[in-house]
């Protein structure tokens, strides 16, 4: 990012906007034609490379992207002040990137449990204080939180993944209610089983119960998600604030 950002657009900062979810959601804010990107990936490589340049010439958008692993804080430091120097303030914040995991918590090291709370957790509140220092001038800003239905609907094997997205549920709603007086929105998506990469890990047993208890029997599209994610984003959901929202297809 070697120039100033665009400060006539609003500008919406997207963690894990390479792949699944976060691609779609990306695709979305471009569609709009109202915000300059700021696009998260862990690394750099040529095929997320070819997707910005193929939605730069699509939509018309400025698309910028910064690197870093989530658990690296220093770096992660050191690439928001970076950002600060560039613009002066940051419209949306979806912290969508994450790791999934699955395994019965007897067979569980804690330190693989504290590995994925890492990322899941510990990661978006810290991103998120360093973004807040864009936000609290701004009476419009939102933060969307990508949490899950496993956050919820815990079963066996979840004590991982699905406790880190309760924990997610639960500071999503305290945040909300610290920002609220700052005209800042914050909530939470919980996608039921959607077509990703992620949807793949999971054993057939677990995939096929999942489409079984869904009402439209059927997985999201990231579209879906994406979807409801600019609607919080938007004016258009300016009483929403503190939600958790499910997008599951209903639940059995």
Known sequence: MGKRLLMNNKIVFITGANKGIGKAIMQRFCESGIFTLIAHSRRDSNGFQEMIEKYRSIYKVEIHTVFFDLRNYQIM???????????????????????????????????????IFDVNLFSTMKLTQLILRFMKKNTEASIINISSISSFDLSRGNCAYGVSKAALNAFTINLSKELGSLGIR????????????????????????????????????????????????????????????RCDGGRI
Do not use: C, W
Request: no cysteine; hydrophobic share 45%.
């Open 77 to 115: 430091s050191e690439e928001i002040l970076e950002l600060k120097r560039k613009i002066e303030h940051i419209d949306v914040l979806v912290n969508n990137a994450a790791v999934a995991h699955g395994g019965l918590f007897q067979m569980t090291a804690i330190d693989e449990i504290k590995a």
């Open 186 to 245: 914050v909530n939470a998506v919980a996608p039921g089983l959607v077509d990703t990469e992620m949807a793949t890990l999971m054993d057939q047993k677990s995939y096929t119960d999942m489409i079984n208890h869904s009402l439209l029997g059927r997985l999201g599209k990231t579209s879906e998600i994406a979807n409801l994610v600019y609607y919080l984003a938007s004016s258009e959901a300016s009483f929403i604030n503190g939600q958790i929202i």
